[in-house]
């Protein structure tokens, strides 16, 4: 068995895998199932003030996509590279039970050497404050704290936020890390040129991690209907999303270097991704899409194949951390090559 462990700011996780929220992820016995399956962490569906973004549960809706963007069985059998497009909502459970959920769970995860995460949604400054200080003197040991959700420019006013300037995102981390002794993990949008700089201002203002990045919004138009499939523009996810991942990742690295603990999420579906995801730059690699599709058996899995991945390395899970984006060479850093280009285009149509 390899060392699996790794550290994300302060804290140490017994493997990087990585539960990370979605509606699997609401109720007990679903954080419960997450903390079983073995991952590393979990962090349980984000929470916030705003009754529209509760309401916006109740208006949720879910499709897979398979080859060809057909709609494919929800559940193990969709192909694999599925893609996911989603409109979510938050928990409809007041503010106090949420919490008293989140003690319990994070009593569970104790006794499986497991991380609970607690997560905020950001919608307006002080109640977003008020939960977090709630959430330290309950005794959780990190907050999350998202603030770059798909969401904003479609859902209702205030609901949720995409926070996209670095400023911003600088005054929302230290609000928190001025009031907060735990650790404070920033998850950050990926619609934005300027991840890097996003994640710069997170950690220059006290941030433990940087979860990157957060889904972007797509519309696909239904041929039969001529409307967008699920009605509205909505979130869209999948593997293709991993090099974008990847890539931020490795940006990131480069600005920040080495020694800030970032956290991939958005395009890993098994355990070879999770590896990935870490050789780009990343100490710690979220999955929620993938398990709320197919189930708890992901995590495991995922576990079981970085395991063995590490094994036959002879490398620990630290080890791998930005291999890959410190191996990474600038166009004009690579030989000229003899038109090999050439190799790479369709023959040419026969003359009459
Ligand atoms: C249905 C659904 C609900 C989600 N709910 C939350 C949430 O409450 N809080 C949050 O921070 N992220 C939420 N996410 C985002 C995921 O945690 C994750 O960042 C994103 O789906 C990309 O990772 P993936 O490719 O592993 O799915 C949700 C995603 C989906 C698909």
Not at 56 to 65: D, N, S
Not at 93 to 99: K, N, V
Not at 293 to 312: I, M, T
Not at 318 to 326: E, S
Request: proline share 6%.
């Amino acid at each position: 068995m390899a060392d699996l462990r790794v550290q994300v700011g302060r804290t140490t996780l017994k493997n990087p895998v990585i539960a990370a929220p979605g509606e699997h992820l609401i109720e007990a016995a679903g954080i419960r199932s997450a903390i079983l399956a073995g991952a590393g962490a979990v962090v349980g569906k984000s929470i916030n003030e705003s009754q529209p973004a509760k309401s916006q549960l109740r208006r949720a809706e879910y499709v897979a996509l398979g080859p060809g963007w057909s709609e494919v069985p929800w559940g193990p059998s969709a192909p694999a590279g599925t893609t996911v497009l989603s409109r979510s909502g938050l928990p409809p459970m007041d503010f106090d039970a949420w919490l008293a959920q989140s003690v319990a769970m994070d009593l569970l995860a104790r006794g499986h050497d497991c991380l609970y995460v607690p997560s905020i949604i950001l919608a307006a400054e002080e109640p977003a404050l008020d939960m977090a200080r709630r959430i330290e003197a309950a005794g959780l040991r990190v907050l999350e704290f998202n603030i770059g959700t798909p969401y904003a420019s479609e859902a209702a006013k205030g609901a949720v936020s995409t926070v996209l300037s670095p400023e911003r995102v600088a005054a929302l981390t230290k609000m928190m890390t001025d009031a907060l002794d735990i650790p404070v993990w920033i998850k950050i949008t990926g619609q934005s040129e300027r991840v890097p700089d996003l994640a710069a201002s997170a950690f220059a203002s006290g941030a433990d991690s940087v979860v990157m990045a957060g889904r972007a919004l797509g519309m696909l138009p239904d041929l039969e209907s001529q409307a967008p499939l699920l009605s509205t523009s909505a979130g869209i996810g999948g593997c293709w999303n991993l090099p974008l991942t990847c890539h931020w990742l490795a940006n990131s690295r480069a600005a920040l270097g080495a020694g800030r603990d970032l956290i991939g999420i958005n395009g890993a579906t098994n355990g070879a991704d999770v590896a990935r995801m870490m050789l780009a730059g990343a100490s710690a690699v979220g999955m929620a899409s993938e398990v709320m599709l197919r189930g708890w058996q992901v995590l495991s899995q995922a576990v079981a194949d970085l395991d063995a991945y590490c094994d036959a390395k002879s490398q620990s899970a630290r080890d791998l951390v930005g291999r890959a984006a410190d191996a990474r060479k600038r166009f004009a850093d690579m030989p000229e090559l003899d038109e090999r280009w050439r190799d790479y285009i369709p023959a040419p149509l026969a003359s009459e």
